[in-house]
């Protein structure tokens, strides 16, 4: 068996997701490409990844938001809306991020469309 030979490689730069930071009534939409965990200055947590016509992919997080993507089953490459709802007090005074999240019955995007580092 011969080695690839990484001379001939086409190249593409590959660019991180930006951080959906919204307003109250703000929306994305896109397709969902899935979760994963962060290391943040608090710890753990996990996100989720949007990608979004246009602008690329977008990272959501909150717990909020990826209940509704687990109680949703939503799977890679369906169509999502999410829309910020603003922010409520949970106690202990601490606030927590809330949002609806729609799941379109429109097309999915097929498999080769989607990106391969989203692809499971």
């Known amino acids: 068996m011969s080695k690839p030979d990484l001379k001939k490689v086409k190249w593409k730069e590959v660019e991180a997701p930006s951080t959906w930071r919204p307003r109250k009534g703000d ?3 896109g397709w969902f490409m899935g979760r994963t965990k962060k290391n943040g ?3 753990e947590y996990t996100v989720i990844t949007v990608l979004v ?4 992919a ?6 909020k938001i990826i209940q ?3 109680s949703s089953m939503i799977r890679a490459g369906e169509p999502i809306k999410i829309v910020y709802c603003g922010k409520i007090d949970i106690g202990e005074e601490r606030q927590m991020k809330t ?3 729609y799941q379109g019955e429109g097309e999915s995007l097929a498999t080769e469309n989607i990106p ?3 692809r499971s």
Do not use: I, T, W
Request: no cysteine; proline share 4%; net charge positive.
């Open 116 to 118: 391969e580092r989203y």
């Open 41 to 43: 200055k608090f710890g």
């Open 58 to 63: 977008v990272m959501v997080s909150g717990s």
């Open 68 to 70: 509704l993507a687990d």
């Open 99 to 101: 949002f609806k999240m």
């Open 53 to 56: 016509p246009y602008k690329g």
């Open 27 to 29: 929306e994305l939409v």
